[in-house]
């Protein structure tokens, strides 16, 4: 069964920068697996932020996120990132690791099969 745990979240002002971590796990490779980020908001959908193939490095960005966030992975580590930067108190959220076996990249939430728990992001204005 594969486990993904994130990690990184917190608090941070505005304009600053934040990377999440997600460890993967339960699987010996991940290399054709699609990796995601998504987030929700209070009150909003999850929504999709960024996703990647493992091994393809292809990468896929919402577009209030694209410019100032770079997803990535270590594979030694099985590690996923998002480093996130410029925030602004709407990339507020609650944001959740997802994978799923198969590439291309997906970017819908259905398309996903295992997820984490989700780590707290807060901006402060």
């Known amino acids: 069964q594969v486990q993904l745990v994130e990690s990184g979240g917190g608090l941070v002002q505005a304009g600053g920068s934040l990377r999440l971590s997600c460890a993967a796990s339960?699987?010996?490779?991940?290399?054709?697996?699609?990796m995601a980020w998504f987030r929700q908001a209070p009150g909003k959908e999850r929504e999709f932020v960024a996703a990647?193939?493992?091994?393809?490095?292809?990468?896929y960005y919402a577009d209030s996120v694209k410019g100032r966030s770079t997803i990535s992975r270590d594979n030694a580590k099985n590690t996923m990132y998002l480093q996130m930067n410029s925030m602004k108190p709407e990339d507020t959220a609650v944001y959740y690791c997802?994978?799923?076996?198969?590439?291309?990249?997906?970017?819908?939430?259905?398309?996903?099969?295992?997820w984490g728990q989700g780590t707290q992001v807060t901006v402060s204005s």
């Open positions: 997802a994978a799923t076996y198969g590439v291309p990249i997906k970017t819908r939430e259905y398309e996903y099969s295992y």
């Open positions: 339960g699987r010996t490779s991940f290399s054709s697996y699609s």
């Open positions: 990647r193939g493992w091994s393809s490095g292809s990468t």
